[in-house]
């Protein structure tokens, strides 16, 4: 039997790609197995959004170079095949498949083009309809699953490559969204999260014409669901109508993941971001009013070319003012085609780790006072694993919080997939502690 390996780079949409492709590979005769080294075909599913993780697939593919000559296959899919296309066969001469995720339902004919000895097969169209899920799906996590909404992007920010390696926007039927999602209930999945570049531009293109706020309540209202979650969200697409059906919905998780990527208005502007600081304040707003007590998290850019010292604290301000659950922050990286490689002002890498180091103690510092109001409290967790080192369970809250805890009686039986009650005893920057009531 073929025997293949894939390791994934990047977001939840390449997550959930990787999932497409498994499940592929396994309906076309093949075995998954734990090392490239065991593999007869070596998939990398890659991230372009930083030039790190760009690196590191490079490096990879570097590692096996000799493999090549044993019979072993490459390949290149996601974001950086889509960037890079057919110059990944100069830079890596053993790779044999490069295939952006717009061209995962044509990996069967790919795949029989490899097994015929083809040495350079490419796929590479962006302008397709067909993305959105390909026949097969081999799913990762038994309770939690994905469903992809909407691909690509028609926002122009400076600094980003997605309207390049994913295309225009794209959305998805609603018919077609809620029969994946009543099939996921049927078959056990308890928690769905709704994916998409900017997952709330969602518009649907049947006849019901539904918004994304419609589809939030509609996927909420499906037997068996006891959590839904939506990510990414972009700001100038966030609108009260998507807080009000988190209002109205228990199902709909109490986490909002907001991206701001900047607390200066200034900077906003030089990004291409399409709304002010004032603006992206007054979403928080909406979400501050809930009776929900939503937790909100973020992206954060330090370093973007013009930034000054000035714009920097106007974004530590934001974390003062908005008080993030969490933050995922990063150096300003360049990225090829994008507006921001042609801008003035660029921010040395030493700026940019000063940069980066304060506004993550800052925030550690926020998370922990956050955390300590936790405790005492007791949260309903979705368990998630088991971890033997410490013989604590991990579990998730609503709010998209760690919870780590012991559990009498337990035994050694697995309560994975469960909904639990955990008191809540100690309080970190990163997770809560407690244990199963």
């Known amino acids: 039997m073929k025997t293949f390996y894939i390791e994934t780079f990047g977001c939840q949409m390449n997550v959930h790609d990787s999932e497409k492709v498994v499940g592929t590979l396994i309906a076309q005769g093949y075995r998954q197995v734990p090392k490239p080294e065991e593999a007869d075909l070596v998939l990398y599913n890659t991230c372009s959004i930083r030039d790190k993780a760009e690196q590191k697939v490079f490096s990879r593919l ?71 899920e390909t026949p097969f799906t081999r799913r990762d996590n038994p309770h939690r699953a994905y469903i992809t909404i909407i691909e690509g992007c028609d926002k122009s920010c400076a600094y980003c490559v997605v309207p390049f390696t994913r295309g225009r926007e794209r959305s998805r039927a609603s018919d077609s969204i809620m029969e994946e999602a009543r099939r996921l209930a049927d078959e056990g999945y308890t928690e769905i999260q709704l994916l998409g570049q900017n997952v709330n531009s969602y518009r649907d293109p ?35 109508e998507i807080v009000d059906a988190i209002d109205a919905n228990p199902v709909l998780a109490n986490h909002v993941h907001l991206p701001v990527q900047s607390g200066s208005t200034r900077v906003l502007e030089r990004m291409q971001r399409q709304y002010t600081r004032e603006e992206y304040l007054e979403r928080i707003a ?56 042609a801008l003035d002002g660029q921010v040395p890498e030493e700026e940019k780790g000063r940069r980066l180091m304060v506004l993550q103690e ?9 955390h300590e109001q936790l405790v005492g409290t007791t ?27 012991t559990l009498e009686g337990s035994n050694g039986h697995s309560v994975i997939g469960q909904y639990m009650h955990v008191h809540v005893t100690r309080a970190g920057p990163n997770s809560l502690a407690g244990y199963g009531v």
């Not at 029989?112 to 040495?119: F, S, T």
């Not at 301000?317 to 990286?333: N, T």
């Not at 967790?381 to 709010?399: C, F, S």
């Open 379 to 405: 949260q309903e967790v979705l368990v998630e694993g088991y971890n033997r080192a410490t013989g604590q369970w991990i579990g998730r809250t609503a709010e998209n919080r760690v919870v780590n805890f």
């Open 362 to 370: 800052k925030q550690r510092g926020i998370q922990l006072r956050l």
């Open 62 to 132: 570097q590692q096996f170079k000799r493999e090549a000559g044993k019979g072993k296959t490459f390949a290149v899919l996601g974001c950086v095949a889509q960037q890079e296309g057919e110059r990944i066969f100069e830079r890596a001469p053993h790779v044999s498949l490069v295939c952006g995720s717009a061209s995962y339902t044509r990996l069967p004919e790919m795949l029989v083009q490899l097994e015929a000895g083809a040495r350079r097969v490419t796929g590479l169209d962006r302008d397709t309809q067909e993305t959105f």
């Open 206 to 240: 049947s006849s019901r014409g539904w918004d994304f706020a419609t589809l939030l309540a509609r996927v909420a209202e499906v037997e068996g669901i006891r959590r839904v979650r939506f990510t990414t969200s972009h700001p100038r697409d966030f609108v009260k």
């Open 286 to 341: 909406w979400l501050k009013a809930s009776p929900r007590n939503v937790a909100i998290t973020t992206d954060i850019i330090v370093g973007f070319p013009g930034e000054t010292e000035e714009d920097f604290e106007q974004t530590l301000s934001l974390l003062d003012e908005v008080q993030y659950d969490a933050i995922f922050s990063f150096k300003y990286s360049p990225r090829p085609n994008t507006p921001a490689l």
